[in-house]
């Protein structure tokens, strides 16, 4: 079993790791570890910002560790959020307030045509000697009119998954992890490391 420090205490993010990446991981938490840090996330790209959050956590704990940056791309706002997804409707954030103004922003356009939107994740572990591995994944939807379901978390409940032909919102865990930009990024991420431990 490989142990991964997760460079989260996000109880959401925490579990789709763990159910994506399954049991030959054992992925724990920060505080689970006893560490309390956190790590300023002022790149420009989601790669960039999860790269700097992986490299930071395995030199502080020496262990591998594995991090993520995702986000919300929506088309007619020119992929805002993006980067900003977390922190969209300023320091004080919280997905309520984020969901709140993307929807203000998102009032011009009446036509479902028009709202189109991508998540996307880039997810990466770094090993304690500096080495590498990155993953990416997208998702395609577009933005609701009105929140729809209670599952899942962040902008979930706006966005309209098109292979799922509903709302993350409405979606069962499963059904997300099927689908999702994580799981897609972490299933990359799989792959590539399966490939980098038998080079070893």
């Known amino acids: 079993m490989i142990k991964l420090i997760a460079a989260t205490n996000n109880a959401h993010k925490l579990k789709e790791f763990r159910e994506i990446l399954g049991s030959a991981f054992d992925i724990r938490s920060l505080s689970e570890e006893g560490f309390s840090i956190e790590v300023e996330e002022d790149q420009d790209t989601f790669l960039g910002n999860a790269l700097k959050k992986a490299r930071e956590v395995a030199r502080l704990t020496s262990h591998a560790a594995l991090s993520d940056d995702s986000g919300l791309l929506v088309d007619a706002l020119g992929g805002a959020p993006g980067v900003y997804s977390a922190r969209y409707s300023g320091d004080n954030a919280t997905d309520e307030s984020n969901r709140e103004k993307l929807l203000r922003e998102m009032a011009p356009f009446t036509d479902p045509d028009a709202r189109g939107a991508s998540f996307h994740s880039s ?34 409940s706006l966005f309209y998954s098109y292979d799922l032909g509903k709302s993350f919102g409405m979606a069962t865990a499963e059904e997300k992890n099927s689908v999702s930009h994580r799981s897609r990024a972490l299933t990359d991420l799989k792959s590539k490391l399966s490939l980098f431990i038998s080079e070893d």
């Open 123 to 156: 997810v990466v572990i770094c090993f304690p000697d500096g080495k590498t591995i990155a993953g990416e994944g997208d998702t395609r939807g577009r933005i609701l009119f009105e929140e729809t379901g209670e599952n899942g978390f962040g902008y979930d």
